[in-house]
């Protein structure tokens, strides 16, 4: 199952210095997720505003954080995004799981989903599409501008339709 | 008491240490009362004071870390109350000036004289929770807590009106690296 990656790609982070992993759980990402609970290293927030508010937090503490949520859950959190990571450059790193990729895809998803590469283009914020071969080259271009000090996204695309 | 003198109230014993104040009127009053590098004046992302501190609380656990926070915000975001209740920094003081109002957007009802938020706080672990609306239960409650265990709500009842002082003046930019090296 081409999804394990995932499980590479937390301690492939971790091992590269990012010490907090705070978001909303989403199926896409659930192997990711699943090895960071493992290793006793996930806070999973209410909502991904909170999950952004408590990163930004770590980072005033000088501490590397990344967010995870479902695109849905970044969608609702445009704002925040705006008026907090980007007004104060907070270097932050999403993973956002990408529901709706499919055009097959649940309902819900559908719409929130097209219109995806058009928020990031929206925000001006950089991404990458992450998959089980090209994971850890954009992982070092995502810890490379972390270390710029910017934001970034790493977005993993729901491959399958269960 | 009004929120600007309660704030004034609060300096006189927090002093230098780290606050996260959230947006609008509670920044601008902090700003105009004690403008310090130790203050993060969080002027967007209207909720998410609580959340700031907690990330910051959790990873300076030898630090007292102070919100700053209003009714209109964290019923914003109550479910900070549950992440903070659940990952139990024992250095996180939650203040909470509340007047039932929006003030800063013209003094729209929050709800919060209807809905005790020191009881959603208890049912969310917060270790000890205190309701206060005067200068000597300021004093005397910022006296206690030194000693006592957090998460700590105190919520501090004020009375509506407002001395609009001056905006922050300080950029976003500087207002998070001066936070940074002063912490």
Redesign the interface.
């Known amino acids: 199952m081409t999804q394990e990656f995932q499980k590479q790609m937390f301690n492939f982070l971790e091992k590269k210095g990012i010490k907090n992993f705070i978001g909303v759980p989403d199926s896409t990402l659930k192997n990711f997720i699943k090895e960071g609970i493992r290793k006793k290293k996930i806070i999973i927030a209410t909502r991904e505003e909170e999950a952004i508010g408590i990163s930004a937090g770590m980072l005033l503490a000088d501490s590397k954080s990344l967010v995870f949520m479902q695109n849905a859950g970044f969608a609702n959190s445009l704002s925040t995004i705006t008026s907090l990571i980007q007004l104060y450059q907070f270097p932050l790193i999403f993973l956002i799981g990408w529901r709706g990729y499919k055009k097959n895809d649940a309902p819900e998803h559908t719409k929130i989903g097209k219109i995806q590469p058009e928020l990031l283009k929206s925000l001006k914020l950089k991404s990458k599409i992450v998959n089980h071969q090209n994971w850890e080259k954009n992982c070092e271009w995502a810890l490379t501008e972390n270390k710029l000090g910017n934001s970034c996204a790493l977005i993993i695309p729901r491959e399958f339709v269960d | 008491m009004i929120r600007k003198e309660a704030i004034e109230v609060c300096l006189g014993e927090i002093k230098n240490k780290p606050i996260?104040s959230a947006n609008g009127f509670i920044s601008r009053d902090l700003f105009n009362v004690k403008d310090k590098k130790t203050n993060?004046y969080?002027?967007?992302?209207m909720?998410?004071?609580?959340?700031?501190?907690?990330?910051?609380?959790?990873?300076?656990p030898r630090k007292k870390i102070f919100v700053f926070d209003g009714d209109g915000n964290i019923l914003m975001?109550l479910?900070?109350l549950?992440?903070i209740g659940k990952?139990k920094p024992k250095n996180l003081i939650h203040i909470i000036f509340d007047n039932s109002i929006h003030e800063s957007t013209g003094s729209q009802p929050t709800g919060s004289d209807l809905i005790p938020i020191e009881k959603i706080a208890k049912a969310s672990n917060y270790q000890y929770i205190f309701k206060i609306s005067t200068r000597m239960e300021i004093l005397k409650i910022l006296k206690k807590i030194k000693k006592i265990p957090g998460p700590i709500l105190i919520l501090i009842k004020i009375d509506k009106g407002n001395s609009i002082g001056d905006r922050i003046s300080r950029t976003?930019?500087n207002?998070?690296e001066e936070?940074?090296k002063n912490?």
């Open positions: 996260i993060f969080m002027i967007g992302s909720g998410l004071a609580s959340s700031i501190g907690l990330g910051i609380a959790l990873k300076k975001n479910g900070s549950a992440t990952t976003p930019k207002i998070k936070f940074m912490i």
